[in-house]
């Protein structure tokens, strides 16, 4: 079993639409939690992170953790193209300090 | 706003040279990363540095050594560049004791070994 596992994709949503992206992570130990955006062929960027149980929004992105299920997930309200990227859940590794635990990236297309 | 810069955005390079991948941060992070990505691979960690002077090996350091002389600066070596070192390397930097505790990456450096 990996330590973080995102579904691969691709998503693909219409424009508009929400987009929903899941992330599962094995280690109970567990802090924090990111999501980074990946465009093609730059370097991953943070959109959001969140530490607590519940939902955190961020304009139209809304990050939720459930600590007792080892799920985090991003959902993207209003979909737009510019939001096609390939998107990262990366989970802290319990009292190692910073390292993150990467998943494997979902890609998500928006259809205009 | 945290500011991770690397050397070069772009380097080709012959096997068997020995290639210096250069990473600086300006946000006095303690902690600093090095990572290739490839695809279908994701993101791997090479080595990864706590404090000045400090190196711990990643998940694939073979074929990689690091130096960390001063606190902002974290150097990935290739000491003998093999083709299949040709890869995307990201470096990041990230806070102790500050939050958000998550990790800022550069730009990354495109390294082609012929």
């Known amino acids: 079993q990996k330590e973080v596992e995102q579904n691969s994709g691709p998503l693909s949503v219409p424009e508009g639409a929400i987009a929903s992206l899941n992330c599962t992570y094995s280690d109970r130990g567990s802090q924090s939690f990111f999501w980074y955006r990946q465009y093609s062929g730059k370097s991953p960027e943070l959109i959001m992170f969140i530490y607590s149980n519940g939902d955190k929004e961020d304009g139209r992105f809304t990050a939720q953790l459930n600590k007792a299920s080892q799920y985090v997930s991003l959902l993207i309200r209003d979909s737009q193209p510019s939001d096609s990227a390939t998107y990262l859940c990366a989970v802290n590794k319990y009292n190692q300090g910073g390292k993150l635990i990467f998943g494997q990236g979902t890609e998500l297309s928006v259809k205009p | 706003d945290v500011k991770v810069t690397q050397s070069s955005r772009y380097l080709v390079k012959r096997t068997g040279e020995k290639v210096f991948l250069e990473c600086v941060q300006d946000m006095d992070h303690e902690n600093m990363f090095w990572y290739r990505q490839d695809p279908g691979l994701g993101l791997r960690l090479i080595y990864f540095s706590y404090d000045v002077k400090m190196k711990e090996k990643g998940d694939i350091p073979e074929g990689y050594s690091v130096s960390r002389e001063k606190k902002e600066r974290f150097s990935l070596i290739l000491e003998s560049a093999s083709t299949n070192q040709t890869s995307m390397y990201l470096c990041?930097?990230?806070?102790?004791?500050?939050?958000?505790?998550?990790?800022?990456f550069g730009p990354g450096t495109r390294l082609t070994v012929l």
């Open positions: 990041a930097s990230s806070p102790t004791g500050r939050f958000p505790d998550t990790q800022y």
